[in-house]
């Protein structure tokens, strides 16, 4: 999957549509995001702000069992919950805001809509920056992580922006690889992350969460207004429309969240430049009966792609070398495969 970085269309063409909402209960707030993702007009930028409470959420291609304790987030009445985009796991509180982009090809603009972000922190007093393919951070440290979607011309940019996050629960919850924080070049998650809140004390004094939720969703507002409607176009903000009950039930389900564990003998774990990867091998005799590909990769496409072609193949280096890659599939696939066949002996 590829994600378009520049729009083709005009602002005076277009409309910026505001949505928030109180509802902190995930499944119930993806399922709108989605929704709103499908019915964005083809001149319309929309613009969700929501929060989850007490919430891990992990990228659409991850394995819930090695990210974060699934147990215990069961034993503290806590959501687990799977987002259609990639990337890693993250914890999601009453201290966190979470955005999301959506919007039509032609206006999609990863950069611009990061700018917006950017722009925000601007307008609070923080001067924040972008680092890497998907953080911004502040000093150094992280405060807000990306992740994208895209089908069928419909597309939507979403992530975190930590104002009070709770640190004891973010590593209570989450599960890291010590090979992915060794690529970050940190010691461990609390290290590497940051509040707003630590930025704000002279300009906020005492203010409670609430407050700076606020405080940041009305900075958003006013940056995406100046963004997309400073050289024409219109902005309206609206009341959440009506969710269809089996979107909600979708990811509400334990199949959408925890997904299907395989029995598997053969287990390949790497951390390649653009995420990690965990693939876990089910064999028939000398035959890969099934596969499974875990990864925190931003890509979401490519791997169902490669798990059916390697299901039935001869579990042999030259045969899975020798796999036909569908046109257009992404530049990973080949790197997974060869990383499949130069481990079988």
């Known amino acids: 999957m590829s994600f378009r970085l520049t729009a083709t269309l005009r602002d005076s063409d277009m409309k910026l549509t505001i949505f928030r909402t109180g509802n902190t209960v995930p499944y119930d707030n993806l399922a709108a995001e989605e ?39 069961k034993a503290d009445g806590a959501y687990l919950a799977r987002r259609m985009s990639g990337g890693g796991a993250v914890y999601h509180d009453m201290g966190n805001l979470n955005f999301t982009f959506a919007a039509r090809d032609g206006l999609f603009d990863i950069t611009r809509q990061t ?29 807000s992580g990306h992740a994208y979607f895209s089908s069928r011309g ?5 992530g975190t922006i930590m104002m009070n996050v709770v640190p004891e629960d973010m590593t209570k919850y989450l599960r890291v690889s010590e090979a992915k924080l060794k690529s970050k070049g940190v010691a461990s998650v609390r290290s590497r992350v940051v509040n707003l809140a630590d930025y704000l004390g002279d300009r906020m004094p005492g203010a409670s969460d609430a407050e700076m939720i606020a405080a940041m969703q009305d900075a958003l507002v006013r940056a995406a207004e100046r ?62 009966d099934t596969c499974r590909i875990y990864s925190d990769s931003l890509e979401t496409e490519t791997f169902p792609v490669i798990e059916e072609l390697l299901t039935g193949c001869r579990y042999d280096a030259g045969d899975v ?14 790197e997974i495969i060869n990383l499949i066949a130069s481990s079988i002996e």
Request: charged residues 30%; contains cysteine.
């Open 35 to 73: 929704y709103l993702t499908f019915h964005a007009e083809e001149d319309e930028m929309v613009l969700f702000l929501w929060q989850n409470a007490h919430t891990v959420v992990i990228g659409k291609n991850q394995n819930p069992w090695r990210e974060c304790h699934v147990e215990k987030i």
């Open 115 to 143: 700018d917006v972000i950017l722009l925000a922190c601007r307008l609070m007093g923080i001067k924040a920056e972008k680092t890497g393919r998907n953080d911004l951070t502040v000093d150094g440290r992280k405060f």
């Open 154 to 158: 419909f597309n939507y940019h979403h």
């Open 227 to 288: 963004e997309y409607c400073g050289r024409g176009g219109t902005v309206e903000e609206r009341e959440l429309p009506s969710i269809p009950q089996e979107l909600i039930d979708k990811y509400t389900s334990e199949e959408w969240r925890l997904g299907t564990r395989i029995a598997f003998s053969k287990e390949i774990e790497h951390r390649f430049d653009w995420g990690g990867v965990e693939i876990q091998l089910a064999m028939k005799g000398e035959y890969i």
């Open 321 to 334: 070398s020798q796999l036909k890659l569908p046109q257009g599939v992404s530049a990973i696939a080949y």
